[in-house]
């Protein structure tokens, strides 16, 4: 029996995820909860003919949301809109983080995989993580911060550049044709081009349109909306892209994201120390970037549901210029990351 809950799943990313994860064929028990009342979303998704069953749940019954719950995904919080950084969301964000993943460790099993949607990604990740550590209970194979739509757009935007050079020889969702690391902000967000040939056949005006596309896509999406919010459907699909990788590992051992039958690991945002590979991650970066930090976002491995590894690789052939991308993120990384633990530590009681 797999359930899955939703946090925050009446909202712009909840509802459209609540409707992905209602038709994945490895979840059998949806739970849906808000601060506003889910019951109708759930009756409504209930009536899909696809074998999950599905509950709704509101402010008040947040334990029976959670209860026996393998996998907790939360898109609960603020969202921006025009004018406003990811960092402007953080107050609100981090209480509501904090007060979720209080409850999350108090309700779930130790072995609750927690995924985290709400921005700012960079600071949050570092509140899970350490208020699961205020409650003994901290497992950072099992934490991790969605940055899926990064790649996600890396890829679409790789592939409108190439269709512009008439060059469909190169698929961009080809295991390992590009891959997006660092953080999930701005000059946080790092692509890198294994195939250096890629980055020249682009030619350095395109190189640089695309780093920044993908950098500052979520601002694009929020120009667009004009101010109605940010990116939901697009979020809605990679979180479930992401989910259904982790979901594949727990029915089949390990799980790698199949799309169109090409295979590729997904990143996402992560705690370094105390992963398979983190310390050798960590040192390597330093080696690269000049700063060492805990948290970054880079392409895993799982296993039954749980990060096995993650895989140093991807920082193994970098071009100068990806250099001079993961230099310029590690700094703005690092405030951040500091940002999200001083919230938690500073906080007396739990
Ligand atoms: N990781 C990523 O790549 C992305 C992250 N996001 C982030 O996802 C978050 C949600 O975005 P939207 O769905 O567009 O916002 P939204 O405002 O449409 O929905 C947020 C939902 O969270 C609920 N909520 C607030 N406090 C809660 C609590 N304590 N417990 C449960 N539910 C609570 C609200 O009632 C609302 O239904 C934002 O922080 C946004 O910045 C958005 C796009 C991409
Ligand atoms: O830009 C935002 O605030 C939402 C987000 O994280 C994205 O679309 O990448």
């Given at each position: ?198 980055i020249?056949?682009l030619?350095s005006?395109r190189y640089k349109?695309l ?140």
């Open positions: 029996m797999v359930k899955v809950c939703v946090l925050g799943a009446f909202g712009g990313i909840g509802q459209p995820l609540s409707l992905l994860l209602k038709i994945n064929p490895h979840i059998d028990e949806l739970s849906l909860y808000d601060l506003n009342d889910c019951h109708g979303i759930s009756k409504d998704l209930s009536h899909i003919n696809t074998k999950s069953t599905t509950s709704g749940f509101d402010k008040n019954t947040l334990k029976d949301a959670l209860q026996g719950s393998n996998i907790v995904v939360i898109p609960a919080g603020m969202a921006r809109k025009e004018g406003m950084t990811r960092d402007d969301l953080f107050k609100v964000n981090a209480n509501i983080i904090k007060t979720l993943c209080l409850h999350i460790g108090q309700t779930c099993s130790e072995n609750v995989k927690v995924l985290i949607i709400s921005n700012p990604v960079n600071c949050l990740v570092p509140v899970a993580i350490e208020t699961f550590r205020k409650l003994g209970k901290l497992h950072p194979e099992n934490i991790m911060g969605i940055t899926t739509l990064d790649i996600v757009r890396a890829e679409t935007f790789l592939r409108e550049h190439l269709r512009e050079l008439n060059n469909d020889d190169i698929d961009p969702l080809d295991h390992d044709v590009i891959s997006v690391v660092g953080g999930h902000s701005g000059t946080t967000i790092v692509p890198i081009i294994p195939d250096k040939n890629i020249k056949l030619g005006s349109q780093v920044h596309r993908i950098q500052f896509g979520g601002d694009e999406v929020i120009k667009a909306k004009k101010s109605s919010g940010s990116a939901t459907l697009s979020m809605a699909y990679a979180a479930s892209e992401f989910i259904s990788t982790i979901l594949l590992s727990m029915t089949h051992g390990t799980g790698i994201c199949s799309k169109e039958q090409k295979y590729r690991y997904l990143p996402a945002y992560v705690y370094l120390p105390g992963l398979k590979n983190g310390a050798q991650l960590k040192r390597h970066l330093k080696q690269v970037a000049h700063l060492d930090v805990n948290y970054f976002a880079v392409p895993l491995k799982f296993k039954n549901g749980s990060i096995s590894e993650l895989d140093p690789t991807i920082l193994t052939k970098l071009s100068q210029e990806e250099i001079e991308l993961l230099r310029a993120a590690m700094e703005p990384l690092q405030i951040n990351i500091k940002k999200g633990e001083k919230f938690v530590q500073n906080t007396a009681k739990m």
